[in-house]
């Protein structure tokens, strides 16, 4: 462990969080093992975060604000409504950290301001694609799409679908087209 000299608390104390997350999942994350992590005292991710929910209230923040950003680059390249799923699930697979976290307000503070702005940019531009689908029921599309996408992530997580053979964004752009071609 190298100690933190200066620079930003606030960053290196987020970044050890998804370290930590990735190895042992957010349950066993708390400030005191960051604090130490990132060689500081027990209250320096105090004075930032409060305590863990305000921690992990700032990761999901975050994982929001780069979800956004990897949707509406996907988006503004021209994407379709499929392949702005095939993002999503990149960002899961690629984040998954922020991503086991984002959707969990039994971990964070749903009601923070910033949380809830980071969220709803996200289902913005996520529900866009399905408004320009030829879809009966828009409403239904974004809900089903956003069903297979977050739960198709989920399951590769998990294990549960990883096959060695494909990579997840070859298998999720073939499911998403074969439920919405």
């Known amino acids: 462990m190298s100690p933190y000299h200066h ?25 005191r ?13 105090v004075h930032h975060f409060k305590d863990k929910a305000g921690l992990l209230t700032a990761l999901a923040t975050e994982g929001f604000v780069l979800l956004s950003d990897a949707l509406a680059a996907t988006r503004d390249a021209g994407g379709d409504f499929t392949e702005i799923g095939v993002a999503y699930v990149r960002f899961a697979v690629e984040h998954r950290a922020h991503f086991e976290v984002m959707f969990r307000p039994d971990l964070h503070h ?19 694609g399905a408004d320009a689908t030829s879809a009966p029921d828009p409403d239904t ?13 989920t399951l590769w997580n998990t294990g549960a679908l990883s096959r060695p053979d494909e990579d997840p964004e070859t298998l999720a752009r073939a499911a998403a087209r074969l439920l919405f071609p």
């Open 33 to 45: 093992d960051l604090a130490r992590r990132v060689g500081v005292s027990h209250a320096g991710p």
């Open 141 to 153: 599309a974004k809900v089903a799409a956003w069903s297979l996408v977050h739960g198709f992530a």
């Open 7 to 31: 620079g930003d608390l606030r960053r290196a104390v987020l970044a050890a969080a998804v370290t930590a997350i990735t190895e042992s999942g957010p349950a066993a994350i708390s400030l």
């Open 110 to 128: 749903p009601d923070d301001e910033d949380l809830r702005t980071a969220q709803a940019r996200a289902g913005e531009i996520l529900a866009s």
